[in-house]
């Protein structure tokens, strides 16, 4: 089972955070800066797995991608398998630059909800839904394409926004 | 009208990053305050957008439990995008001690039997907020979704089930069957999700699943995807152990993947279903050793990291297999990635036996030298894991004493070394055990002693005194043995051991004491006198020290000397005599546990008090007729 889901910048700050085992508000804080000690002092050329069960957990490991300024963490049991997630990782960022065309860290900052629904299709409660990124995305289509349906609610000649000013 | 002014979630968030280095300010001024009066709003679309904010602000650090009421609220939205925001601030941010949580089960009841989208939806939010008592008011909805009509929601009903159990176990019993029914469903990624959840299940008891091993073998035999492949593999090696008849029945679909298997993740799982309950199956175990052979091997460090675990895994099920790849762990050894070393150094600690204790601590000490000075970290556990090998079940392994004391010697000078303590046990340890060695001992830490730059060593960390003085001690208390006895004076008189803390020159104190004694025994009556001269000339620091120990032990080396030299001759060497008997008795290590055998003796009461209790506002002056038992 997946434990967290962290995207954190170069410098610490996290820009898309998933608990899937709750946590009071400071120890998520916490975690999100071990992990990024964790990660960031690793050379080039590392293996992309770290352990640290001190911090997470006996029988906890850590897989963790950097894409540009991006570190993707993934907190997880011994019932995943390591080079799994690594795949995992990779579906969900091909399927961020699906979504926000040559994504980059602006992207998750500014479109949070779009990333949080992304990543929705594919983990769940700790559990993978899906690895296949051609299902995740048709999903996601269906999804936003549902969101952005006009209000009937709304009167014609109100928000001069117009649409949905959630997205 | 709110709505037209209100910041959308995409303006908070510039308005943050506007004021760099101010943020928190900004947020507890500005943004909070605005984002509150939002949240409280009627208006339920200036409502779902506060919300939104809120969650951000929340995984950015602040406090948001006021937005938790107004979530709710837009989770019970009609229109889906404020619903969508209402879920997603829910996922974020409540948890177990969130009250608002007893407003939202039929709430999400009314969800999960509306539309597909928000169904999964709620079946989303719920697998990732679930509580026991949302497991015990809505598992019997979710279970109902398993025969849904549409696959996704099937498969986000099955792990939203699982989330349900894991709070809810007594659920398991009734919902078993419906479960392992989806094994048999039509669409191949319920099925997969079926079996992801049953591998859950299957790790933390597999005693309980295996009627389920004819289903799962079915599955394995025909499927076609590498992660349901890996998930029943990891089925297997949670069940394989209880059962050994599966082993035999196995051995035909891992020699198929071991052989056909294009990807390393799925080879691995073999590998680890071979070791823990293949071993008496020849082909599978031979095949699995090579597969290991492969990934340790590898170029890629992601599969050399899996090659290790493998031996790791290997090294408990099958050792004398495990030592064939003790070349290639020690070659892994020397790369910088501080995973690999980490698992080779707990690998090498056990593969190690009598003949391979040798060569493999001298790379693992040269390894913590090279990396003392960037890696300090990795260097002290490299140096503890090789006191553990050579000092394991009280050294077994280790022949050559004189070998390893220089090799204590040596990390002790080690620049960062955070051992000293651990060094100096071991050195003291061997001291009192091991007689044969003592004369090696003397020798190999003279040189720590003799050495002037560990004395003048201005790191504040630096734990090089406990083992000077453990070499001090060890050289008072064999005094008998010390060769070179005015090298030895000389060092242990050098002006930089005023620097040294306290107790160590304290033990430096003594061990010349004793030196000094056990030479005037035995020595001629000039060299003895010119070691006492020596010792007069040299001690000035010590009776200045600042330290009150320091300064009653070098009164009393003091008062030594004078008795020596106003004695001279024969008189000199009887009182000498004297005293290095007093030095001379031997104590031998004491157990951590004898104390608890001295039998407390009748009538004693450890427990009362021995003074008696001061009258309130009797003060100091009771405690002042009384002196120590």
New interface residues.
């Given amino acids: 089972m997946i434990h967290y889901f962290l995207v954190v910048n170069s410098s610490g700050k996290p820009r898309l955070t998933r608990f899937y085992r709750q946590e009071p508000r400071e120890r998520q804080q916490e975690l999100v800066a071990a992990a990024f000690q964790l990660v960031v002092r690793r050379p080039a050329g590392a293996c992309n797995f770290v352990e640290d069960e001190a911090t997470f957990g006996p029988g906890t490991k850590v897989v963790y991608r950097q894409f540009a300024t991006l570190f993707f963490i993934v907190v997880c049991d011994q019932a995943e398998s390591s080079l799994g997630i690594l795949d995992l990782i990779q579906v969900y960022v091909e399927a961020l630059d699906q979504v926000f065309e040559n994504v980059c860290e602006l992207n998750l900052v500014f479109s949070q909800p779009k990333a949080y629904v992304l990543l929705d299709e594919i983990v769940t409660g700790g559990l993978v839904l899906d690895t296949n990124s051609r299902e995740v995305m048709a999903r996601f289509r269906e999804v936003d394409r549902a969101m952005r349906a006009p209000d009937p609610s709304q009167s014609p000649k109100g928000n001069p926004q117009g649409g949905n000013s959630l997205r | 009208m709110q ?2 002014f209100q910041q ?3 303006d908070m ?2 308005g943050i ?1 506007a004021h760099p280095g101010r943020e928190a300010a900004h947020v507890h001024n500005v943004v909070i305050p605005v984002t509150r009066k939002e949240a409280s709003s009627p208006d339920p ?1 200036v409502k ?2 506060a919300v ?1 904010k809120a969650a ?1 602000l ?4 602040f ?1 948001a439990d006021w937005a938790a009421f107004p979530t709710v609220e837009a989770m019970s939205s009609q ?4 619903k ?2 209402g879920y ?1 601030a829910a ?2 941010t409540f ?3 969130t009250d608002v949580m007893l407003l939202i089960p039929n709430l999400l009841k009314k969800d999960l039997a509306a539309s597909p ?1 928000e169904c999964c939806m709620a ?2 939010c719920l ?4 509580t026991v008592d949302l497991a015990r008011d809505l598992i019997a909805d979710v279970f109902g979704l398993l025969s849904s009509s549409r696959p ?1 929601v099937r ?2 009903a099955l ?2 089930l ?2 349900g159990l894991e709070k809810f176990p007594d659920a398991l019993r009734p919902c078993f069957k419906g479960l392992c029914e989806r094994l048999d469903d039509s669409e191949t ?1 319920v099925v997969s ?1 079926a079996v ?2 049953l ?2 299940l299957c ?1 933390r008891h597999p005693q309980n699943y295996l009627q389920l091993v004819p289903a799962l073998y079915r599955l394995l035999q025909a499927s076609q995807s ?2 349901m492949t ?1 998930k029943l593999l ?1 089925c297997f090696a949670a069940l394989v152990p209880l059962e050994p008849r599966l082993a035999k029945k196995l051995a035909g679909p891992i020699e198929h993947l071991l052989t056909s298997s294009e ?3 799925v080879r ?2 073999c590998v680890q279903v071979v070791v823990v309950g293949m071993a008496s199956q020849e082909r599978p175990v031979d095949l699995a050793i090579q597969a290991v052979q492969g990934f340790v091997a590898s170029s890629d ?2 599969v ?3 090659g290790l675990c493998a031996v790791q895994a290997l090294l408990q099920a099958l050792p004398s297999r495990a030592q064939e790849f003790r070349e290639t762990v020690l070659q892994c050894l020397d790369g ?5 070393v ?1 698992r080779c150094l707990e690998l090498l600690a056990g593969m190690v036996d009598g003949e391979t204790l040798v060569p493999t601590v001298g790379v693992m000490a040269g390894k913590a030298s090279a990396l003392a000075l960037q890696d300090p970290e990795t260097s002290g556990r490299i140096v503890k894991l090789l006191t553990e090998m050579c000092s394991g079940n009280r050294y077994a392994l280790l022949s050559d004493f004189g070998w390893y004391l220089r090799l204590l010697v040596e990390l002790a000078q080690l620049p960062h070394s955070r051992h000293g303590g651990l060094i100096a046990d071991q050195i003291s340890d061997i001291a009192l055990r091991v007689e044969a060695v003592r004369g090696d001992l003397l020798s190999a830490v003279r040189p720590l002693l003799c050495d002037p730059s560990l004395l003048s060593n201005r790191d504040p960390g630096s734990t090089v005194h406990r083992v000077l003085h453990v070499a001090a001690w060890a050289t008072g208390e064999l005094a008998a043995l010390v060769p070179q006895r005015r090298e030895v004076l000389e060092a242990l008189l050098q002006p930089g051991v005023r620097h040294l803390p306290r107790r160590t020159q304290v033990a430096y104190l003594v061990a010349l004491t004793k030196i000094l004694v056990a030479g005037q025994a035995g020595a001629e009556g000039g060299e003895a006198d010119s070691w006492a001269g020596l010792v007069r000339a040299h001690m000035g620091h010590f009776l200045e020290s600042p330290h009150q120990e320091v300064q009653v032990q070098a009164r009393e080396l003091e008062q030594v000397l004078g008795v020596l030299e106003g004695a001279g001759g024969a008189a000199g060497a009887a009182f000498a005599t004297q005293l290095a008997g007093a030095f001379g008795d031997t104590l031998g290590p004491v157990s951590l546990k004898a104390q608890s055998k001295v039998a407390v003796p009748e009538g004693l009461d450890l427990a009362a008090p021995e003074l008696a209790q001061p009258e309130a506002g009797g003060g100091a002056e009771d405690g002042a007729g009384h002196s120590g038992a």
């Avoid at chain 2, 697998?127 to 679930?130: E, L, P, Q, T």
Wanted: glycine share 2%.
């Fill in positions: 709505a037209l959308s979630l995409k968030i510039a990053r679309r779902a957008v939104q951000y929340h995984m950015m650090g406090p229109r889906l995008s404020y969508a925001a997603q996922t974020l948890n177990s001690e989208l079946l989303d697998s990732n907020i679930m996704i498969r986000r792990l939203c699982f989330k990624p999700a992801s959840v591998c859950e790790v590498n992660w890996l990891k990807a390393v993740s691995y799982e460090p992601n050399r990291y899996l910088s990635d501080t995973t690999l980490r």
